[in-house]
């Protein structure tokens, strides 16, 4: 009888433990980079024995993902349409929930783009500019955006070079391959990136808001720590977080 209890104890132990470590696979947006590993890591903190695994990349290329089946469990779009098409074709276990609004800079490691504008990149000394795909990636087509509304598109067009994503867009001109890029305020304001040439602020008249909204997938509809996430991303400590990194609030005013 006591054999049995134990056993009974034991198992009852495990269904717990199970209970309680739970997996889920992020798919995130590109300028989410060091905001969303600095809220990760706190969370993991609190609730060490669950696993988290992040995925970074181009919101259209995530949405196409989904919508073929890739096993993503969380989507964080910088473009706020994608969710809202997940949720509209039945692939979505949340309705979407808006999260930031991201902003553009100009950045060159070389460079002082403290002291430039858009204009300045027509300057011919200036051959390479790097900018995130505009056919997938939302801070590529938001810098498209600016620069046909400052009618230099087709003067600069020639020099541009695109990443598949806005990270890799910032390593593009970190690394030399463009002398000055269009990249999210979200990573040029990371201190590695800060120390270097420094970036300036497009204003966000230019363009159309760069809102951004995440879901919960269809697979993890019956994830608990899915939820779990879901709500702690809503949650004060990650609003701060989110604003050090340079995002604006849901809610509030985008400032010129």
Known sequence: MKLAKL????CISLLSMSAQADKITIAAASDLKFAMDEIVSTFKQDNPDDQIELAYGSSGNFNTQIQQGAPFDLFFSADIGFPRELVKNGLAASEVKPYAVGRIVLWSASLDAT??????LTDPSITRIAIANPKHAPYGKRAEEALRASDLWE?????????ENIVQTTQFVQTGNAQIGVIALSLAGNPELAQKGGYWLIPDNLHEPLEQGFIITKRAENNA??????DYMLSGPVRLVMTKYGFVLPGEAVGK
């Open 155 to 163: 003067q600069i067009e020639p020099k541009l070079v695109f990443g």
């Open 115 to 120: 002291k430039m504008t858009l204009a300045s």
């Open 225 to 230: 720590l899915a939820k779990r996430f879901a």
């Open 7 to 10: 056993f009974l104890f034991f």
